[in-house]
């Protein structure tokens, strides 16, 4: 099993709508979620990290579910520039008991004019 | 803000030769990052590093070596580049407060072709 999966999309979503999307892991002594955007050929950016009891900036919504293991990112009103792909970031241990983190392959969102 | 600077956008080298990309964070983090970046594969980690000299082997570590003299600077080497070794690199940094919530910042990246 895939240790951070996501939907590939592409989501084509009017300008105006609202989209969700989710995610789901494997770990489940995970402690640490975020959401990142990345738009065509430039690095990922934090979006927002997600927080046990569900956490909103702006338009920008992120729940976590423990029991079910996954993480949803809802955008309200969307805008022309939300288009992007949104990757869905779990963290990890790595050796040395450095903090690391898994990344999903990222859902990609179009948003038509 | 958190600034990682990759020390090329673009990179075109040849087959067998010795490759150097740099990167360098100024927020003081440990922890620093190697990634590559290639269509419908998602970000895999090559190497990584929590201190100054240290250096540990991530997923994919063949065909790589890395470099840690010096907190703020991290560098990757290709030692004889290949046509697979063709992709997007990026850089990463985070702070290791032992919580495991850091985020991990990334530079600008390197489109690295091998020719």
């Known amino acids: 099993r895939k240790e951070v999966e996501q939907d590939p999309g592409p989501f084509n979503v009017p300008e105006g709508a609202t989209v969700a999307f989710n995610c789901t892991y494997s770990?489940?002594?995970?402690?640490?979620f975020f959401w990142y955007r990345q738009d065509c050929r430039k690095e990922p950016k934090l979006l927002m990290s997600?927080?046990?009891s569900g956490n909103e900036d702006g338009r920008f919504t992120a729940q976590l579910n423990r029991a079910s293991q996954y993480i949803s990112l809802l955008i309200r009103d969307s805008k022309l520039s939300d288009s992007a792909t949104y990757l869905c970031?779990?963290?990890?241990?790595?050796?040395?008991?450095?903090?690391?983190?898994?990344f999903g392959k990222g859902t990609h969102l179009i948003i038509q004019p | 803000d958190v600034k990682v600077t990759q020390s090329s956008r673009y990179l075109v080298k040849r087959t067998g030769e010795k490759v150097f990309l740099e990167c360098v964070q100024d927020m003081d983090h440990e922890n620093m990052f190697w990634y590559r970046q290639d269509p419908g594969l998602g970000l895999r980690l090559i190497y990584f590093?929590?201190?100054?000299?240290?250096?540990e082997k991530g997923d994919i570590p063949e065909g790589y070596s890395v470099s840690r003299e010096k907190k703020e600077r991290f560098s990757l080497i290709l030692e004889s580049a290949s046509t697979n070794q063709t992709s997007m690199y990026l850089c990463a940094s985070s702070f290791s407060r032992g919580t495991g919530n850091q985020p991990q910042h990334f530079g600008d990246g390197t489109r690295l072709s091998i020719l």
């Open positions: 770990n489940s002594a995970s402690q640490s």
């Open positions: 590093s929590y201190d100054v000299k240290m250096k």
């Open positions: 970031v779990v963290n990890m241990v790595l050796r040395g008991g450095a903090d690391g983190l898994t």
């Open positions: 997600v927080y046990s």
